[in-house]
């Protein structure tokens, strides 16, 4: 089994910053895929971004590109999702999950742990 924490949810202004932090641990791989979900009040949880076992490889949601930035710690057993530039429809409990396989996908369905989420909330 692998259990996951999320921390650094928050309550800021519009155009202010987080950085949410998902610690793993159990039955952990490095070469695992990871990545990050949301789900906002009335609406079904949606990928936001994820991170290959190559840092370099990092895939996107349109609605966070080039505001939002996933990053791995592997020594850590840590996952980051750095924030910018957030807006009131952000607003959202955030999830981090673990997949047993190298490459990311973008499907709830192809992810196999979960951490029980953190609150992100952005006021206008």
């Known amino acids: 089994q692998v259990q996951l924490v999320e921390s650094g949810g928050g309550l800021v202004q519009a155009g202010e910053s987080l950085r949410l932090s998902c610690a793993a641990s159990?039955?952990?791989?490095?070469?695992?895929?990871m990545g990050w979900f949301r789900r906002a009040p009335g609406k079904e949880r949606e990928f936001v971004a994820g991170?290959?076992?190559?840092?370099?490889?990092?895939v996107y949601a349109d609605s966070v590109k080039g505001r939002f930035t996933i990053s791995r710690d592997n020594a850590k057993n840590t996952v980051y999702l750095q924030m910018n530039s957030l807006k009131p429809e952000d607003t959202a409990v955030y999830y981090c999950a673990c997949r047993r396989a190298t490459m990311v996908v973008t499907t709830k369905d192809g992810y196999d742990y979960w951490g029980q989420g953190t609150q992100v909330t952005v006021s206008s």
């Open positions: 991170i290959g076992w190559s840092a370099p490889y990092t």
């Open positions: 159990g039955r952990t791989f490095s070469s695992d895929a």
